[in-house]
């Protein structure tokens, strides 16, 4: 049988990690997270990082020689050119990561957590799409208190990204977080199986 590669991606702040963190507790699948791989990206020392430097200087700075994300981001959520410029030093460098990670894993089921699976052209390193939503106002209302945002930073981000509709109809599964958590589980455990049954 085909190892199943799945793909989870979605709107930023529509739950993502609550599904992948199910998904690896539940039924002890492995989780390959993207975020992770772009953090290892610019870590203090490497190649990225300083050409970051080198293209921004000192006003992405942050203490300690570390990249400041929120400058970095007030420049690349307002601007394309230089949204696309970053991520094709960081979308090689993750996918790379992906690839050699997999070839450590046994498991017949794994997760790519990918939140720009569509943008940074990700989808043929997966078997199938998973599509995790939420209303626009959730969505909007999660971000702002998750990453301390204004109501226009955060529609700012999110209208910086792929349309979810877009993404949803490209899905092989989607995922609404707009109700209860235990919904959420049930979706999530109708679209695993028949392939997997939680450990006992």
């Known amino acids: 049988m085909e190892r199943r590669v799945i793909g989870l991606t979605g709107g930023i702040a529509c739950g993502k990690s609550t599904v992948s963190n199910y998904l690896a507790n539940r039924y002890k699948i492995p989780v390959l997270d993207a975020?992770?791989?772009?953090?290892?990206?610019?870590?203090?020392?490497?190649?990225?990082?300083?050409?970051?430097?080198d293209r921004y200087g000192e006003k992405v700075r942050g203490n300690g020689g570390n990249l400041d994300r929120k400058k970095l981001g007030?420049?690349?959520?307002?601007?394309?050119?230089?949204?696309?410029?970053?991520?094709?030093?960081?979308?090689?460098?993750?996918?790379?990561?992906?690839?050699k990670n997999l070839e450590k894993?046994?498991?017949?089921?794994?997760?790519?957590?990918?939140?720009?699976?569509?943008?940074?052209?990700?989808?043929?390193?997966?078997?199938?799409?998973?599509?995790?939503?939420?209303?626009r106002d959730e969505q909007?209302?999660?971000?702002?208190?998750?990453?301390?945002?204004?109501?226009?930073?955060?529609?700012?981000?999110?209208?910086?990204q792929m349309p979810i509709e877009e993404k949803i109809a490209v899905a092989d599964?989607?995922?609404d977080n707009s109700s209860s958590l235990d919904e959420l589980y049930r979706n999530i455990d109708r679209a695993i199986k028949p392939t997997l049954q939680p450990p006992s």
């Open 140 to 160: 909007i209302d999660r971000l702002i208190q998750r990453d301390s945002l204004s109501r226009e930073q955060a529609i700012a981000r999110i209208n910086n």
């Open 74 to 99: 007030e420049i690349i959520f307002s601007d394309p050119i230089e949204k696309e410029w970053l991520e094709n030093q960081i979308h090689p460098f993750v996918r790379e990561c992906f690839a």
């Open 35 to 53: 975020d992770i791989y772009a953090r290892e990206a610019v870590a203090i020392g490497s190649p990225i990082l300083e050409r970051i430097f």
């Open 105 to 135: 894993i046994e498991d017949e089921v794994v997760v790519f957590s990918i939140p720009l699976l569509f943008e940074a052209g990700l989808t043929g390193i997966v078997t199938e799409i998973w599509v995790v939503y939420c209303s």
């Open 173 to 175: 599964v989607i995922l």
